[in-house]
């Protein structure tokens, strides 16, 4: 794959999620419900619980890096390899959850419905297969794997004490008080770190084990890229 197929690529992922992201927004903003939400609040805290989805905060990392991708396929930086890192692995985790776990539960329809397909199957499936097909690669070390760890687990963390004080979780499986109580979240929890830590480490071998992408030397194996 070129350069030039891989910014159309990382372009039309950017602008789904943007798409995806601000039609969101606009509903919350118009007293709709905030993903699985039926309680309406005021839109100060509407907001707020809004940017305390991980759908929501892993949708805008791809945002941020496929437009930057969009622009320089072979983007590359310290910190830019764990944001996308975190991006690609945040995403899957988000559609592979919502299909598990939350789709059961929801009863969409109309625009709601079209958010709720775009933030958890359209984008989650645009950017993992840009980032296999697209790269850029080779960009994962196993320092990124650990830094990227760092911000599921302090969402977490935050969510889950945020929840205990206020009564409000983002996911119904993060709240004791349903059924499956507290032993449920931890295992829940637990379960979904696992599947998080397994998605690096599968990351980690791709990137290493398969060919430089975009078509082209790539700078960190010697040479200039062909664009």
Known sequence: MTPRSARIWHGLTAAVAVAALVLQLVLVLRGGRVLDETEQPGLGIRLGRLVSYFTIQSNLLVAVVTVQLARDPLRDGAWWRVLRLAAVSGILVTG????????????????????????????????????????????????????????PLAWLVWTLVVGGLSGWYPYPFLDHREDHGTMGVVLTSAAITVFFVLLLALARQVDQRTPPAPQGWDPYRGGGVRR
């Open 96 to 151: 592979v959850v919502h299909f598990i776990l939350l789709r059961p539960l929801l009863d969409l329809d109309g625009a709601d419905r079209v958010a709720d397909t775009l933030l958890h199957q359209v984008v989650p499936v645009l950017a993992v297969v840009g980032w296999a097909v697209f790269g850029p690669r080779p960009r994962i070390e196993s320092r990124d794997v650990a830094w990227t760890l760092v911000w």
